[in-house]
Every structure is written in C-alpha cells, then in structure tokens.
C-alpha cells in the first residue's frame, strides 16, 4: 500500500533540497575564496635583476632598456621596492654601506621620490657616516650622479615602487656576505638594479676585448670572488656579484640586450676618454 505524500509535506522536501544546494554553494564559494587567499598569501615573492649604466653619453638607450625591463617583467603590476646598488665613486676603498636616511617621499632635483623609509632600519645603520644625502632646506644633494638618472627613470616606469638605493665598495668582497643574507630576507617583491660602467680609459679594440671577456664570466655564472675581480673590468664588481648571486639562487641568468660605449656612440676612438656600457636582464 503506498503511502500518499501531503502538498505540505512535498514542499518541505522541496525546501530541504533547496537548502542543502544553498550550503553546497556557499561551501563551494568560500572554498575558492580561501584558495585564492592562499595563493596571494603564500606566493613566493618575485625577484627581477638587471644591471644598467649610469653614464648617459647616449641617454634614449637607458630609457628604451627601462622600457623593455618593464614589459619583460612587470607588464600588468610592479615591484614594491627598488633596491638600488651602485659604486661609491668618491670614496673607493670605503668599506662602509651608504643608504638613505631621510623619510619617504622627498624631494630631490624636480623629482618627489618614493624612498624607502623602513628597509633600512632592518639591516643597515644609518648616520652622518653613511648616508647618501645631505639635506638642505625641503631638497636633498648628493655627489653621486647616478642617483638622478636612475631616479628619474623609476619615477617614469616604476612610479609606485619605493626606491632603497645603496653605494657599495667597489671592490671589498667581504661586504657581500654582510648585504645579501639581508636583500634575500626581504619579503617583498623587489627589482635589484646594478648601476654600472664597465670599462674604462682605453681604446675601443681593448674595451671590446674587456667587454667580452665580462660579458662571458657574467653568463657563465662565475661565483669564485677572486676569478670574478679578476675577469671583470668594471667600476663596481662587487655590485655585479650581488646581483649575480641573487639571481643564481633563482636559477636566473644574465642575457645581453645593449653593448655600446663612447667610440660607439661617438663613431669615433676615445681612447683615454672611452667607457663602455653593458645593459643585462636575468631570466
């Protein structure tokens, strides 16, 4: 004998039904929600490297290599924070880090830079000693020349990242082991930039010879210090095994994109007044 279901008592199967898709949706939704936090929050932090020049005979160059640096690596978001490392030009044989030690933004030249106002205080002491800028009024000086180049640049291509710009010794190799456990341990998604010249003070066939002779031991991943000083004729070494260091922990090696230098541009031979300019991305 079949028992005879009630209207009412099919409308609250109806309804459990109806009631069981709704948890299996809102379960389905927060699942993916939670996926996607995951992933933002666990995503291991980008790291891009790039070696440019700061000497500006030929200045459209710099700025076509911004331009490819940014489509190459950040073509729809940008780094957090630009670490910044240059030569100290004045003081060769220093052994001291410089950074920065004035709060974010400033003003310098015609430019409101985004400074980096809290990756210093985890790892490099700043004082009258070692800072880069000596303030004056609502505007910073500096000697270093580079700092402008590169500055303006990043406010061009890169204008939401903050900037920690460092001079390092040019050729003190005991500094490397002090910087990078402390430029691996940022976690943020940062573009490490070296800002160097290769050779200088010498004929365009000898520059060429120095050039290339840089150029392999950067592609050949050279890590040995004394092999690197010795094989690469630019103005900060050290500089370039940073970046060289850094991007071999991410399985990341140099590929050539620009070589020029006075005489090339100049088409004619230097000699004495030549410096060359090498333009690398890792990937």
Request: with cysteine; charged share 25%.
């Amino acid at each position: 004998m079949h028992k005879i279901i009630s209207d009412s008592e099919k409308m609250e199967k109806l309804n459990n039904k109806s009631w069981i898709k709704t948890i299996i949706i809102i379960l389905f939704v927060c699942l993916i929600f939670c996926l996607i936090l995951s992933f933002k929050y666990n995503k291991k932090p980008e790291r891009h490297f790039a070696i440019i020049p700061h000497f500006m005979l030929n200045n459209e160059k710099v700025d076509q290599f911004y331009n490819f640096i940014k489509n190459a690596y950040y073509s729809d978001n940008e780094p957090n924070t630009i670490v910044l490392i240059s030569p100290n030009h004045f003081h060769t044989d220093e052994k001291e880090i410089k950074t920065i030690c004035e709060s974010s933004p400033v003003n310098y030249k015609s430019e409101t830079v985004n400074l980096s106002s809290k990756l210093h205080k985890l790892w490099i002491k700043c004082d009258e000693k070692n800072k880069i800028f000596n303030s004056r009024w609502d505007n910073l000086q500096t000697n270093e020349h580079w700092i402008w180049e590169h500055f303006q640049r990043i406010n061009k291509y890169f204008p939401n990242g903050e900037i920690l710009p460092i001079i390092s010794p040019c050729f003190q190799m005991s500094t490397v082991k002090d910087i990078l456990p402390k430029i691996e341990g940022l976690n943020w998604n940062i573009l490490v930039i070296a800002s160097v010249d290769f050779a200088h003070y010498q004929d365009e066939q000898q520059t060429l010879q120095h050039d290339q002779k840089s150029i392999e031991t950067l592609r050949n991943m050279v890590l040995n210090e004394a092999e690197f000083i010795d094989w690469i004729d630019a103005d900060c070494p050290v500089c370039l095994y940073l970046v060289q260091s850094l991007a071999s922990q991410k399985w990341q090696k140099p590929e050539l994109r620009y070589r020029d230098s006075s005489s090339t541009i100049l088409n004619q031979d230097m000699w004495e007044e030549n410096t060359s300019r090498i333009f690398m991305w890792y990937k």
